[in-house]
């Protein structure tokens, strides 16, 4: 059974109807106790920073995603969550992987970083099982999160960043794979399978 996290964010119906697409049995969840059940753990997000982490620990579940050892996936808000700090609002996060969000200089390009841009693997990663390396996913960030020890891919608009990020049972993906077709479809079913 899958643990959706219900973190408030807006992606979270188009994440529903990916895992149904799967057949995949989920349940979307703000309880603890389910999720820490659950084999694997979505966390999905579309928003800011700050509200995301007050959600959490308004619902209490701070310490219970910090916890978990079962496959644990962020998207998009989700996977940045899974970082220390946030340069937008200042915001404190999981503290998963040791690092700072930061936002995309807007000076020579559009912010937020908007479309299909290519993932390229930097380290062996399951996620990756059957994608050839710089597919494409869709995108829609203004913060992302600097390369380091727990980058398995990136991505370049205007400076290199982190676009899949793993340590230990914790996985992240700054794209949208349940809006970016067969390859988003084949990197969920992925995750699904660990």
């Known amino acids: 059974m899958i643990a959706i996290v219900d973190s408030g964010g807006a992606n979270l119906a188009s994440v529903i109807f990916a895992i149904e697409r799967l057949n995949a ?5 703000s309880d603890a106790g389910q999720i820490r059940k659950a084999s694997h753990v979505i966390l999905p997000g579309v928003g800011a920073a700050g509200s995301a982490m007050r959600t959490l620990r308004q619902k209490g579940l701070v310490e219970c995603l910090q916890n ?13 969550l899974l970082f ?14 040791p690092a700072t969000i930061t936002k995309f200089d807007d000076t020579n390009q559009t912010v937020p970083h908007t479309g299909w841009n290519n993932v390229s693997q930097v380290r062996q990663n399951p996620l990756f099982k059957g994608l050839a390396d710089n597919a494409y996913f869709y995108f829609v960030h203004s913060f992302y999160a600097p390369e380091g020890a727990y980058t398995a ?10 676009s899949i990020v793993a340590s230990d049972n914790f996985f992240g993906c700054q794209f949208h794979p349940e809006r970016s077709g067969a390859a988003g479809a084949q990197l969920l079913q992925n995750f699904v399978r660990l």
């Open 25 to 29: 049995a989920y349940v979307f969840t």
């Open 68 to 80: 978990l050892t079962q496959p644990v996936l962020g998207i998009c808000l989700g996977m940045q």
């Open 84 to 97: 220390a700090h946030s340069e937008e609002g200042g915001a404190d996060m999981l503290g998963i992987m």
């Open 153 to 162: 891919a990136r991505t370049e608009y205007g400076v290199r960043f982190s």
